[in-house]
C-alpha cells in the first residue's frame, strides 16, 4: 500500500516533495496552498487517511494513517505591511522566525503560544493554543484576520482577508481556528500586528496560591491592564511556592504608572525581573506544556480557579499548572484516558469546557479534543465536518471514540 | 400564508400579529434607503418559548422568515420579500443579569445596546461596542451584523464580546454554543454564529462580556489642510504603538454639514479633514500618550489641536461626529450610508478616488468613518423618488465598492452583506470559498428558510460538489 501511495504523491509534486518517514509512512510536503489540495483531493478519492503535521514540536505525528502531510515546506512569510500592521505567512513558517523577521521591523505579533518557540504558526492556530499574553490581547483567533484552508477534499476556501475589521461573509475563519485540522488545513494565514512595544517588563510574586489568586483577582478589579497575567504551579516555576507572574507593555509613560500601582495591589510582593531574564522567563514557562505527554485547558472563570484546580489535583495531579488572571487553565502531565474522562465530566457539570490540546494518539482516539458537547452542538460539528472533509481523510480525532 | 395565520395567534396571542397591509408598511425597510419590500405577516413574540414555538410552526409550513430587532441596520438584511413571514424580537428585551465579579451580562435579544450600557454603569462597566444606532439598535441584531461602532478600535467588535448564546435553529431545535468564560464547547461555534446575519437562527439569550469604565479619557480635536495630511497622522499614531479607543475622521463635505445644523460643534468649515482622537486607561498613559499624540498630530500638519478631559468638553468634540448623520440629512432627503474597509495605508489614495466617483456621477459625497482601522463610510446625499438619481446612487456605490477592493479592502466592516452588497461578494471571495458559505449555512439550515435571499450571491450557491480540484 505505501508503495503505491509514495508513487502517486511523487507523480504529483515531484521526488522532492515526498519522502518516507522513519516508520515507512510517505510523507508529504507540498510547497504552496495548490498543491497541498492536491494531495487532500487524491487522497479523499483512495478513501487514504491522513495524517497532519507541522513543525513536530506540538502533536505528536502518530496517528494511524496511509500518508501524512506536513506544512513543514510552506515556511515562507509572505509579506509584511508596517503601515497596516499586516502580515502574511505560510502555515508552516516557526514562530521565532516570524517573530525575528516582524521584529526587524518594529512590530509584534501578540502571541506566546505554549510549546517550543519553533512551533509552527498553522499548529499555533489549529489548536488555538495562546499563552499569558491573551490576557491583554486575546485568544488566537484575535489574531487572525483571515486564511487559506485547503479541505479534506482538496477545495481552498479562503476565508477572511487583511484587512482589520470585515464582516463580509460569514466568519469561516473562527471555525479553523481551533479547529485542530477537523475541518480542513491551514496553509497561509493574514495575521494583525502591533507596533513593538517601548517598554516591557515583568514582575513576579511567590506565595500561597490563595493569595495570589485573589492578586490575581484584585489586579483585574483595579482595572489595571498588565498585557499578562499569569499564575504557575510549583512545579512548573520551579519555585516553594506558587508563582504569580504580571507582564507590562507598552509606552514608557504608561507601562511605568501601571507599574507603580501593581505594586500597590494585592497583598503580595513583587519583584522586577531584569530585563535580559524576562525573555527566558517566559519562554521557560511555555516549555514546561512539553514536560508531560498530555496537555488539556480549561475554560473556567476566574472566580472558579481555586475549585477548580482542586478538582485538578484530585482527578489528576497538582503538577504543571498555569493559569490565566481572566481564567482560563492549562495542565500538563501524565494522566490515563479513564481520568481525563472522569474530569471531563466533572468539568461540564460545572459548565466548563475541557479541551486536550495535545496527547498521545491512543488519548486522543479515546477522548477527542472536545467532548461533554452540550445541548445542540454536536450535531452541528459532525455536519460541519461532512461538509469540509465529506470522506473523512483528515485522521483528526476531534471527538472520543468512547 | 392566511391558513397559517390563526396558528401564530394561538402562540402569541391575536394582538402579537400583524398582517394588514398599513401594519406591514412599518416593517418594509431597515435602515437601508433602496430597498423596500413588506413581508406576508409579523409577529411578535413575548417570550424565549414563543420564538421557538414560532419556528417550529413555520418550520412545519415550510415558510422562510426573517429575524429583525429595531430595524435600523444600514444592508438591507432586517427586510423580508412578500412571502417571508418578519419575526420581530422587540419585544424580548430584557437585560436578565448582570455579574460585575465576572463582567458578565444575560440580555434577550431585543434588548438595546445602550441600555446595557446603563444598566453596567452603576458597577462602573461598560458594553464596549457602539454602533451609532446604539440607543436604538439591539443586542440580537448586533450579533447578527457583528456591529462594530467608534470604539471597536481598542475594544474589538461585537465577536470580541459575546462568550455565550442560546440559538433556535431553523428547525426550532435549540443549541447552546460557547460558554461563560468565552472558552469554545468544541469548535468556536459562537465565532461563526456572529456575523451570520440571522441566517443561522435566532439567538434568544445572548451572555455578553463588560468592560471596565477607564479610569481617565482625553479627546482631542484636530484639523488639516489636506485628506492625506490627516491620513498620514492616522498611520503615524498606530504605527507609535499607541492604541486609541477611537480614531475618526470626517471630511470638509461632512464638517459642513454638522457646522450649518443645529447639532454645530464648532468645528472649523474650512479644513479639508478633521480627526478625533480619544485616548482612555490609567491617568499616566492617557496624559503620557496624549503628549506623543498631540507631537504626532503637530508633525503631521494639524492646523490646530483641542484637547478636553471633562465629560462635558469631550461631549461638545464629539456631538458633530455623533450627529453627522442626522446633520446630513439637511444634505437631501435620503443618505446611503455605505461601508468598506481599506488598508490604512491605501486610505488617501482610496478617498482620492471616491472623491472621483462622486464627480463623475455628479453626486453629494461625504466622508464619516472610522480612520483607525481604515473603515470607510461614503455618504452619498440624494432623494430615492428620483429614480435617476437612485440609478446614479447604485453605480456609483459599485464603483466604490471596487476601488476599495482594488486597494486590497473589503466590501463592509461592520454593516454587513444584507441583500445591499450581496452581489459584490464575488469582488472578495472564489467560488470554492462562497461555495464553502453555502456548505456551512446549511448545516444549521438545510432548507434555507431562515433570511432566504441575503449574503450570499444566488448563482454562487450551486451545490458543493464533491471534489474540487482534479
Known sequence: MSDAVLTRLRALLGSAGVEREADGLPRATPDSSESFAQVCHVASEEGWRIRLEGQGTWLPADAPAELALSTRALDQVVSVSPADLVATVQAGAPLDEVRRRLADQGMWLALDPPGRPDRSIGSILATATAGPLRYGFGSVRDHVLGCAVVTGDGRIVRAGGRVVKNVAGYDVTKLHVGGFGGFGVITEVHLRLRALPRADVTFTALGPRDRLAAAARAIGAASLSPSALEMFSPALAAEAEWMLAARLTGTDSAVVGEARRLSATGDVTWQQLRADRSAAFWGLTARAALAGPITLRLGVLPDGLEETIDLVGHDLDEGLVSAGGMGGLRWTGTTSVERLRSLRRAMAAREIPMTIERAPWEVRREIGHFGAYREGVGQLVSKLREAFDPKGALQVALEGSG | ?470
Open chain 2, 1 to 470: 400564508m392566511q391558513s397559517l395565520l390563526p396558528h401564530l395567534e394561538r402562540i402569541t396571542g391575536p394582538r402579537w400579529v400583524r398582517h394588514r397591509r398599513a401594519e406591514l408598511a412599518t416593517y418594509a425597510m431597515d435602515g437601508l434607503p433602496t430597498r423596500e419590500s413588506p413581508p406576508a405577516a409579523v409577529v411578535m413574540p413575548g417570550t424565549r418559548e414563543e420564538v421557538i414555538a414560532i419556528v417550529r410552526e413555520l418550520h412545519r409550513a415550510g415558510v422562510p422568515w426573517v429575524a429583525r430587532g429595531a430595524g435600523t441596520g444600514l444592508s438591507g438584511g432586517a427586510v423580508a420579500d412578500p412571502a417571508a413571514v418578519m419575526i420581530t424580537l422587540t419585544r424580548l428585551n430584557r437585560i436578565l443579569s448582570i455579574d460585575p465579579a465576572r463582567r458578565r451580562a444575560v440580555v434577550e435579544p431585543g434588548a438595546v445596546n445602550a441600555r446595557l450600557s446603563e444598566a453596567a454603569l452603576p458597577f462602573g462597566l461598560a458594553y464596549a461596542p457602539d454602533p451609532s444606532s446604539q440607543a436604538a439598535c439591539t443586542l440580537g441584531g448586533n450579533v447578527a451584523e457583528n456591529a462594530g461602532g467608534p470604539h471597536c478600535l481598542k475594544y474589538g467588535v461585537t465577536a470580541n464580546h459575546i462568550t455565550e448564546l442560546e440559538v433556535v435553529l431553523p428547525d426550532g431545535s435549540t443549541a447552546r454554543l460557547g460558554s461563560r468564560g468565552g472558552e469554545a464547547w468544541g469548535p468556536d461555534l459562537v465565532g461563526l454564529f456572529v456575523g451570520s446575519e440571522g441566517m443561522f437562527g435566532i439567538a434568544v439569550e445572548i451572555t455578553t462580556r463588560l468592560v471596565p469604565l477607564p479610569r481617565a479619557v482625553r479627546t482631542s480635536l484636530a484639523d488639516f489642510g489636506s485628506i492625506r495630511a490627516a491620513s498620514e497622522a492616522v498611520s503615524a499614531i498606530i504605527a507609535s504603538g499607541i492604541v486609541p479607543a477611537a480614531l475618526e475622521m470626517m471630511d470638509q463635505v461632512c464638517v459642513r454639514a454638522v457646522e450649518a445644523s443645529i447639532y454645530a460643534a464648532g468645528y472649523p468649515t474650512d479644513a479639508a479633514a478633521v480627526l478625533l482622537v480619544e485616548l482612555d486607561g490609567s491617568e499616566e498613559a492617557v496624559v503620557g500618550d496624549g503628549a506623543v499624540v498631540d507631537n504626532l498630530l503637530a508633525q503631521h500638519g494639524a492646523r490646530s489641536i483641542t484637547s478636553a478631559s471633562s465629560p462635558a468638553e469631550r461631549a461638545r468634540l464629539w456631538q458633530g461626529r455623533k450627529k453627522a448623520f442626522g446633520a446630513m440629512g439637511r444634505l437631501a432627503p435620503d443618505l446611503a450610508v455605505q461601508d468598506a474597509v481599506v488598508p490604512r495605508s491605501a486610505l488617501p489614495a482610496v478617498l482620492d478616488a471616491v472623491g472621483a466617483i462622486g464627480r463623475r456621477h455628479e453626486l453629494v459625497v461625504s466622508n464619516v468613518f472610522h480612520a483607525g482601522d481604515g473603515n470607510l463610510h461614503p455618504n452619498i446625499s440624494f432623494d430615492r423618488r428620483d429614480a435617476q438619481l437612485a440609478a446614479r446612487v447604485h453605480q456609483a456605490s459599485g464603483e466604490i465598492m471596487e476601488a476599495c477592493v482594488a486597494a486590497g479592502g473589503s466590501i463592509t466592516g461592520e454593516h454587513g452583506v444584507g441583500s445591499d452588497k450581496r452581489d459584490y461578494m464575488p469582488l472578495i471571495f472564489d467560488a470554492a470559498t462562497l461555495d464553502a458559505m453555502c456548505a456551512v449555512r446549511r448545516v444549521f439550515d438545510p432548507l434555507e428558510r431562515a433570511n432566504p435571499g441575503k449574503v450570499l450571491p444566488i448563482h454562487a450557491c450551486r451545490e458543493w460538489r464533491a471534489g474540487g480540484v482534479a
